[in-house]
């Protein structure tokens, strides 16, 4: 495979979606109370040419344009396609989350269209999340709240992803209903140090999260001292290197089957 500056991405991207290209990840959400697999967030990878290309390599050019919806709605037809065979082969399925870029705002359909994919694979709703990132401030308030809420309305639980990141954290937290809030790698300490300022910050965010009623989880995790800290602040899920990268299919599966024993 050429470098990332002769990579075609968007003249490849039809001939790669419509030949399944694209495999979905499974990035493993951990319990802290007792280290068992709780959840997960599906990724993009793409395989080309006999090599897994990274995703950096080519979801800011479909980001650029509207091929990352064309890829949203292919991951999120394709975790349901898991789900639905998960439950019928009797499999203990954990709860999955699902991106969902700011480039779909605009789409007048959106909500329907996420809703007929859910709703096509007839199983619990309980397993599948949709996660917008907190920069998702930057397109129309009002039709953020409209879908976040018809999401929740549907029973489709939403997640705010990246929380920390931008400048309008609280006014999300207050006008939209959210059921899990991502904490931002950037307010996890990377000491021990738990009266740090970051420390500080991260204890009141997941203390306000509790306190309207939305779960917390930790992205970014990679130190016995991080879980250690926000074990001490009462935030007991997380995901990241320390317990596992983006894994394939068969082993996520492997990992899932595991955690019932």
Known sequence: MADNDNLDVLGLFPEAIKNEEFQVFYQPKIS??????????AL????????????????????AGQEICTLDFYMLEHVCQDIKRWLDEGKRVVRVSVNLSRRHFGNENLLKDIIGIINKYDFP???IEIELTETSTDVDF????????????AGIRTSIDDFGMGYSSLNLLRELPWDTLKIDRSLLPVTKDENSKIA???????AMAH?????CIAEG?????????????????AQGFYFD???EKQEFERRMIAAVR
């Not at 802290?32 to 967030?41: I, M, V």
């Not at 009002?142 to 309305?153: A, F, P, S, Y």
């Not at 995790?221 to 250690?228: A, F, L, S």
């Open 200 to 206: 500080v910050i991260m204890e009141h965010v997941i």
């Open 44 to 63: 993009c990878r793409w395989k080309h040419g006999g090599e897994m290309i990274a995703p950096f390599r080519f979801i800011p050019a479909l980001e």
């Open 142 to 153: 009002k039709e953020l709240k409209e879908v976040v809420t018809g999401l929740v309305d």
């Open 221 to 237: 995790v990679e130190t016995i001292d991080q879980i250690n800290i926000l074990k001490t602040k009462s935030c007991f899920l």
């Open 245 to 247: 990268r983006p894994l």
């Open 32 to 41: 802290l109370k007792n280290y068992r697999l709780e959840g997960a967030e």
């Open 125 to 127: 709703k309980k397993y």
């Open 211 to 215: 306190t309207l009623g939305i779960e």
